[in-house]
């Protein structure tokens, strides 16, 4: 069986990481401010959420990893053969998300 998509986030993320403009809008805004930093983090060490394998951009995922002191961060990117695509980065909306930031509120 070939490898998990996660495991292809990270292969392809060691290679390249290139952020969308949608992405960098998202981390630039004043409420955010999204350091680079924490996304890499959520890459490398983050966990998979959502897997989106019929994505018109190519098949990509959500991530949830923790960011700066210790806030949680969703990553949504897709694995290029040599690059990662960083589609957006967000703090999840507690009244999107139950407490886990993993499942979505119906």
Not at 53 to 75: A, M, Q, Y
Not at 95 to 104: A, F, G, S
């Amino acid at each position: 069986m070939g490898d998990s998509l996660l495991e292809r986030v990270r292969t392809a993320a060691a290679k390249r990481v290139l952020y969308l403009p949608h992405a960098i809008l998202q981390m630039s805004r004043p409420d955010r401010r999204i350091d680079p930093a924490e996304v890499e983090e959520t890459l490398l060490h983050g966990e998979t959420v959502e897997e989106y394998p019929d994505d018109p951009r190519g098949e990509s995922c959500l991530l949830l990893g923790r960011g700066s002191l210790g806030r949680r961060i969703h990553v949504v990117c897709a694995p290029k053969p040599d690059y990662l695509a960083v589609i957006s980065a967000y703090l999840p909306d507690p009244q999107r998300w139950l407490p886990d930031y993993k499942t979505r509120r119906k």
